[in-house]
């Protein structure tokens, strides 16, 4: 090989090897991310179950009971 050769591969070589590394950063980012996803759409889910459970709660409880009617003409409160 010539000297020019060599010159050639080695300018060649270093912006390949550039790219190379940020593709591994980026795949290695890219498997972070994903996983963060999962791992959120887990806590979404879970916390949505826990939303039906209490909308369900408030939904059969009686809350006729111990709940007077307010009426602002008639309850005025005492700092008037």
Not at 43 to 64: C, G, N, P, T, W
């Amino acid at each position: 090989m010539t000297k020019q050769n060599i010159n050639d591969q080695a300018s060649f070589s270093a912006p390949i090897e550039d790219l190379q590394v940020r593709i591994a950063f980026l795949d290695e980012l890219v498997d972070q991310l994903n996983i963060q996803v999962v791992q959120q759409s887990v806590e979404i889910a879970d916390l949505k179950r826990q939303m039906q459970f209490l909308y369900q709660r408030v939904d059969s409880a009686d809350l006729s009971e111990g709940i007077e009617v307010f009426d602002p003409l008639t309850n005025i409160p005492p700092h008037y």
